[in-house]
């Protein structure tokens, strides 16, 4: 059986299996789903309207014993940036559908008022009515699919805040626990999914064939290399920094550096930080009977994630990643994890955008909707959303969109996209990638930080503003590395462990039975990177586009009172403009 | 005493006048408000924020007895397009300013949470504190301050949707009766105003020297020219079809030839229409006792304008425009004119767009906020930003911005701007206007319905999709007449007649002492263009933003059942990209 691709028709409520073409076959993750949008979506289409494709991909590894490689990449144009959309995550969903040798489901079309859940299985597809979930919390909506369709299922959902067609929403999945906390959170894509009418995708693999691998014994020296790099290396191996303490072990150290955005932008650093730090969360994890370590999919070595709950282990929220806890904590003035999770567990249930919810939630405060550091009020503000009112609305729709309603001028966004943890004026390389990359702000496209910060791959001055070099090499990196299903956090051992690169590559070569080397991996990215590029040119976007706020270039950021201070030409040097 | 430019800084609360510069001797209006954004203005700063300038300019030969030349440029980053713009009006203001030898008032810097007024006369400039009037509705205020200033000053106004921050709020001028009712309306400059801190201007021109004319006999030459051709040509004259009906004469004739847009874009005819036709509105005027023909500043020919009230003559409004009717009532499946009366007052009280208002009614009709022709709610709407309610944020903000709000796909919008009145599936040319003018969807810009419907200045058919050469002949013609002062309607007589084309350029060259023929006008208008497009492309637009929304392209219009149709090639050629 060769790989597939799924087609859903939800116009006609309509699927089809049609074999992956063969110059697809090298393609996987954010790969796959560039590629389809930028050939299949018209870059001017309503993001909403018929016309815009909703495209899930698993990675080329995926659903494989190779390390750490549970990813799925979700991409369409953005209604959030108006470009295209890569958002990807970790889960099981993912490693089920490549078992099932689904390399892509394409879902296009539209039906209006009307919601449905898809279910996939090795014995075809079938479309029932979901009616019954609509406006329902995704706690309480996939304890029921569960009960439903059986613990063994992978589910994918959009909420409440998708049903709003608003751009701060996500596409969920589920956890190992079953609980909807992982997200491919970024750009609106749940808005996307919900336009279509479809609310979930339920994936049964039994009877699945598993992945092909043409070269098992190719693969299994690049599983052997990457292992041993990845239990290796200080960032992820096990006791490791990221198995420690999870991706929150950086509050302390970008809080150190000055690059820790406090309250809407306005600070970099903040005393208070520490008590949301990872190595607290850790230790309160371990005193309230949470899990941690603990893994986002299996066969993950890394182990970066956990299950945050309420005291006594009470009310599982699921992992409380760096990103969400500095987005719902500092950069509200909010100190106290407690009110952090419940936050990160109200977006969960409503499918939104943990970054994007906080990043709206500070331009919030800044409007003067809410204090700044009131917790309790910010949980209000979640309710607006799920009694979907005239402000939940406004709010579902991300920071660039409160800011507009409120009169908020200090708005941080790239291409409509809220600004991950880390400041620019602080910390140069990030603010690069933010402001370059395809898929408006966003860390993960090109994690300067690594090199910056943690002096992974080398090490830069964070101060020092010729970063175009270092981030168009992460970002080109980082585009092969989504197409592959591996995590992005390989990168910390891939980077410095030349065996490590080579075992990804290995693995490649075993399931694609290829004889691709390390210096093949520049050009694959690049490519990707060409694809999104072409797709946002002819959607309207210009390097005047790759630029930050203004309020970045004249506001000094306390305590270091740096602005962004990279020249226009050198955001214009990454992609050579 | 030469020309001068009072520039304004909001953030010191200091006011200064320089000489205007030599090389903007011979600009005006338009020429110099988009001369002056382009030059001082940051294309990415924030619209909002201090670093944006807003500009008024009286045209060239406003203030003198050329007639219909009492018009007003407001210029700024637009909130609403994100691009230059220009708004103009025809108001006694305007001839104030020019008669006190004030080119243009330069507002730049920010006071934030506390409104002042500028008062400006021949003694010179006091700012007052304006907070008292925060809140309140524009009808009132005008009362106030013509009270308190006396009744021959001249009044700008930022109402409460500038106060908001809207994206959809306009600049107000008082018409001849001190109603707030002439509106630089378009582009969300009400909201620029208000960032500023900046409430009202007040001018006083007692002791002004009067505009200064270098060559009187070509002056006078060339009003009389301009005044013949103005008193003959059909939809000019005393007793033709402007000062018999006012600019809603255009509903019967519009809605005949399938292109006057119904319930938001989703019809371009309704036998309904004709009740709030410009022939039944004459009527019901004289019937109640408002006044028609009625000029909006002194000196005017044409008297297009009208004074609107309840039945016996109360509580008058001022003019209600073709546009207004439309956008406030068919596009709204509203066929009343009382009801129309009452949302134009709204929007009028509430410093609101019209035009803009209509197409986010419409919009929020189709998003279901209210149902299509229910007066009553959409005035309920209207106090939503009345009490600066969540929802009336989002209203206030514009079409796209309700679009996004509530999830709707057909959002009729370029730019970010609102369409006018006239389909372009039924109507090409206006359309190739619509999507190619700088400043966002914008009737005014290039009125292709002159040649299309009314047979002025040739005649074109109306389905033929080749229109690039006739848009750009009259974008470029438009350009130099907004930068005169005169109003756009004396362009229904000067393309038809050639003395009074030549007596407009007499007056100019009469006020300027130049030499000019004919023959410059054009140059003269592609300079302006050439000025705002590359602001535009500066702030980041593309070829792929002169573009109509998707639906246009696929969605037929009835009765007529067309699709836009004109390539992407045609309205490149516009501009010859």
Same mark, same amino acid.
């Given at each position: 059986m060769s790989k597939r691709i799924l087609r859903v028709d939800m116009t006609k409520l309509e699927a089809k299996f049609e074999d992956l073409p063969a110059d697809f076959v090298a393609l996987g993750g954010r790969a796959l789903t560039s590629t389809i949008v930028a050939k299949e979506v018209d870059p001017l289409c309503h993001p909403l309207g018929p016309n815009n494709k909703l495209v899930f991909a698993p990675g080329l590894v995926t659903g494989t014993k190779a390390p750490t490689s549970g990813r799925i990449s979700v991409g369409a144009k953005s209604p959030?940036?108006?470009?295209i959309k890569e958002a990807n995550a970790g889960t099981s969903f993912s490693q089920k559908l490549a078992r099932m040798r689904i390399a892509a489901i394409v879902v296009e079309g539209q039906q209006k008022d009307h919601y449905h859940l898809l279910k996939v299985t090795m014995d075809g597809v079938e479309f029932m009515d979901a009616q019954k979930w609509f406006g329902k919390g995704l706690y309480g909506v996939y304890k029921d699919l569960f009960k439903e369709f059986g613990d063994k299922v992978g589910i994918c959902a959009t909420g409440i805040a998708g049903e709003l067609m608003g751009a701060a929403s996500g596409v969920c999945f589920n956890d190992p626990e079953g609980l909807p906390s992982r997200y491919a959170g970024r750009g609106g894509l749940g808005a996307v999914m919900a336009s279509k009418g479809l609310k979930f995708i339920i994936v049964d693999e039994t009877g699945a064939p598993g992945v092909e691998i043409k070269n098992q014994e190719a693969f299994d020296m690049g599983v052997k290399k990457l292992r041993d790099a990845l239990t290796t290396h200080d960032v992820t191996k096990p006791g490791g920094?990221? +198995?420690?303490?999870?991706?929150?072990?950086?509050?302390?150290?970008?809080?150190?550096?000055?690059?820790?955005?406090?309250? +809407?932008?306005?600070?970099?650093?903040?005393?208070?930080? &520490?008590?949301?730090? /990872?190595?607290?969360?850790?230790?309160?994890?371990?005193?309230?009977?949470?899990?941690?370590?603990? !893994?986002?999919?299996p066969g993950c070595i890394i182990q970066c994630s956990e299950v945050w709950t309420k005291p006594g282990g009470k009310e599982p929220?699921?992992?409380?990643?760096?990103?969400?806890?500095?987005?719902?904590?500092?950069?509200?003035?909010?100190?106290?994890?407690?009110?952090?999770?419940?936050?990160?567990?109200?977006?969960?249930?409503?499918?939104?955008?943990?970054?994007? #919810? /906080?990043? =709206?939630?500070?331009?919030? %405060?800044?409007?003067?909707?809410?204090?700044?550091?009131? $917790?309790?009020?910010?949980?209000?503000? %979640?309710? &607006?959303? *799920?009694?979907?009112?005239?402000? $939940?609305?406004?709010?579902?729709? /991300?920071?660039? !969109?409160?800011?507009?309603?409120?009169?908020?001028?200090?708005?941080?966004?790239?291409?409509?996209?809220?600004?991950?943890?880390?400041?620019?004026?602080?910390?140069?390389?990030?603010?690069?990638?933010?402001?370059?990359?395809?898929?408006?702000?966003?860390?993960?496209?090109?994690?300067?930080?690594?090199?910056?910060? =943690?002096?992974? $791959?080398?090490?830069?001055?964070?101060?020092? @503003? *010729?970063?175009? &070099?270092?981030?168009?090499?992460?970002?080109?990196?980082? #585009?092969?590395?989504?197409? @592959?299903?591996?995590?992005?956090?390989?990168? !910390?051992?891939i980077l410095d462990i030349a065996e490590g690169l080579e075992g990804v590559v290995d693995t490649l070569n075993g399931v694609l039975g290829t004889n691709l080397t390390v210096n093949d991996v520049p050009g694959y990215g690049q490519s990707i990177i060409d694809t999104e590029r072409e797709f946002n040119k002819a959607a309207g976007f210009t390097n005047k586009h790759d630029r930050l706020p203004e309020?970045?270039?004249?506001?000094?950021?306390?305590?270091?009172?740096?602005? !962004?201070?990279?020249?226009?030409?050198?955001?214009?040097?990454?992609?050579?403009?």
């Open positions: 959030l940036t108006g470009g920094a990221l +198995n420690s303490y999870g991706t929150s072990v950086l509050v302390n150290i970008i809080n150190e550096a000055g690059g820790l955005p406090q309250r +809407n932008f306005s600070a970099g650093q903040d005393d208070q930080s &520490e008590k949301v730090s /990872g190595e607290v969360k850790a230790d309160e994890i371990k005193k309230r009977g949470g899990a941690r370590p603990h !893994f986002c999919s929220v699921g992992v409380l990643e760096y990103e969400s806890v500095w987005a719902l904590g500092p950069n509200c003035g909010i100190y106290d994890l407690d009110t952090i999770g419940e936050l990160n567990r109200a977006c969960n249930d409503l499918g939104l955008d943990t970054i994007e #919810a /906080g990043g =709206l939630l500070g331009v919030a %405060m800044e409007g003067g909707l809410i204090d700044f550091g009131d $917790g309790k009020d910010a949980l209000k503000l %979640m309710d &607006e959303i *799920k009694n979907k009112t005239p402000t $939940g609305r406004i709010l579902a729709n /991300g920071a660039a !969109f409160v800011g507009q309603a409120y009169g908020v001028t200090r708005v941080p966004v790239v291409k409509g996209q809220s600004l991950p943890a880390y400041d620019p004026r602080a910390i140069k390389g990030i603010g690069v990638t933010y402001a370059t990359t395809t898929q408006g702000a966003d860390h993960t496209a090109g994690y300067a930080i690594a090199t910056e910060i =943690l002096g992974v $791959g080398g090490t830069a001055d964070p101060k020092d @503003t *010729k970063k175009a &070099e270092l981030s168009r090499n992460l970002q080109v990196a980082t #585009a092969a590395v989504d197409s @592959t299903g591996y995590c992005l956090f390989i990168a !910390f051992a309020f970045f270039l004249k506001e000094p950021l306390p305590p270091g009172n740096d602005v !962004f201070g990279v020249t226009d030409e050198e955001l214009d040097k990454v992609w050579g403009g």
